[in-house]
């Protein structure tokens, strides 16, 4: 991913890019994990080795990005747990800033979804997102 694309990216309202070379696929304004779920759900089959530009990058988040087949992604803040899974599942990343967790909306504990992923792979979280986001 070159400077020029994620400056353009931080500058933007945009919350998530995803792009195959320099071409853009899919963007989004909305917030949280929607996006990325919005990806799987409306894009399959996926693009091999996309580049996904995201606002924040948590654990859950990169559970997520195994799923759409990602190379590489950028965040302007991401969790150690986040670091950590992407390295293992070979993954490059780039984070402006690296928190031990990504903190829920009152700042007061950790988000739920980073939570969720913990003690998981990505297929039973993606699993147990689904079913939380469905109400069941």
Not at 45 to 61: F, I, M, S, W
């Amino acid at each position: 991913m070159n400077d020029s694309t994620v400056r353009e990216f931080t500058s933007s309202s945009d919350t998530l890019r995803v792009y195959s070379g320099d071409r853009l696929l899919f963007s989004s304004e909305k917030e949280r994990l929607l996006p990325l779920m919005e990806y799987i759900e409306t894009c399959a089959p996926y693009e091999k080795d996309v580049t996904v530009l995201d606002r924040v990058v948590g654990n859950a988040a990169a559970f997520l990005l195994v799923k759409i087949l990602c190379r590489e992604t950028y965040g302007e803040l991401g969790s150690e747990f986040a670091a950590k899974t992407l390295k293992h599942l070979g993954i490059s990343y780039r984070f402006d800033e690296t928190v031990p967790h990504i903190m829920n909306n009152q700042q007061n504990g950790m988000c739920p979804m980073e939570e969720l992923s913990l003690g998981k792979t990505p297929d039973e979280f993606y699993q147990a997102l689904k079913e939380r986001l469905s109400g069941q």
